[in-house]
Nanobody, 123 residues
């Protein structure tokens, strides 16, 4: 079993930056593809950034590409999401998730989830 704990959320102004962290424990972190999902009230949870176990070829949803950057440190069992130029529409609960094997855009493919960290962006 893998336990995931997110941190780094908060309330910011439009144009600000935040860095989310996700600490993993209880498994072999380097085996897992990692995803950052978000869910706004009344909307489905969607993948916004993902990274394979090797760290190569990260995935970004169209509406965050160029503003967000995902990275991982297998030595520290952590994955990060640097979020720049934040917009009010980025307001959501952000989750990190892990799955063994290849990166997937489907939330149903992920086996382990954190509890989420809230990001609120005001205009």
């Amino acid at each position: 079993q893998v336990q995931l704990v997110e941190s780094g959320g908060g309330s910011v102004q439009a144009g600000d930056s935040l860095r989310l962290s996700c600490a993993a424990s209880g498994g072999t972190f380097s085996k897992y593809a990692m995803g950052w999902f978000r869910q706004a009230p009344g909307k489905v949870r969607q993948l916004i950034a993902g990274i394979s176990w090797t760290g190569g070829n990260p995935y970004y949803a169209d509406h965050v590409e160029g503003r967000f950057a995902i990275s991982r440190d297998n030595a520290k069992n952590a994955v990060y999401l640097q979020m720049n130029s934040l917009k009010p529409e980025d307001t959501a609960l952000y989750y990190c998730a892990a799955r063994e094997g290849y990166l997937s855009v489907s939330s149903g493919a992920y086996d382990f989830w954190g509890q989420g960290t809230q990001v609120t962006v005001s205009s």
